[in-house]
């Protein structure tokens, strides 16, 4: 019998507090390996819809209650984790309350989007860019061969 390895799915998720001016968004400090600043996420459990993973996750991680909105994007990069090999299915979403920090999750922060922390873990950093571009130039992430 043959044996088939493929990646785990994790989920992401962009949560934009719409409470505050600006519509920051939060981010949270990993308490566990890779350490650094992360958005809410984590793996998606066996029998589980990415959309309840992505509302548990930030549930755990954050305290938040969220509304997803929609389904951003999705990065598969094979070196994007440094522990094994995921795809993550990104979403939008918001929230109307200030973040807690909770179960793997050191801190939680407001940032603005355009001022992300230097420490970002995984791909972080592009996924935020990627948001970014969307949010300022009303443009989705392109993807193909020459961008992985």
């Known amino acids: 019998m043959t044996s088939y390895r ?5 989920v992401d998720v962009i ?4 409470h505050h001016p600006h519509r920051p968004i939060v981010l949270i400090e990993r308490h566990n390996e890779p350490l650094g600043w992360a ?3 984590g793996f998606v459990d066996y029998g589980e819809s990415v959309e309840t993973a992505a509302r548990r996750e930030a549930q755990e991680e954050t305290g938040l209650t969220i509304t997803l909105v929609e389904q951003f994007a999705v990065y598969s990069d094979p070196a994007r ?3 094994k090999h995921t795809l993550s299915v990104v979403f939008l979403a918001t929230a109307t309350a200030d973040p807690v920090a909770g179960d793997d999750a050191k801190t939680a922060a407001i940032i603005n989007p355009w001022e992300p922390p230097q420490d970002l873990c995984f791909d972080h950093d592009r996924i935020l860019r990627d948001y970014w571009q969307y949010r300022f130039y009303g443009h989705r992430p392109r ?5 992985d």
């Not at 993807?143 to 961008?147: I, Q």
């Open 15 to 18: 949560i934009e507090l719409l």
């Open 39 to 41: 958005l809410p996420g």
């Open 6 to 10: 493929n990646p785990a799915p994790t």
């Open 143 to 147: 993807f193909g061969t020459d961008l």
């Open 81 to 83: 984790d440094p522990r």
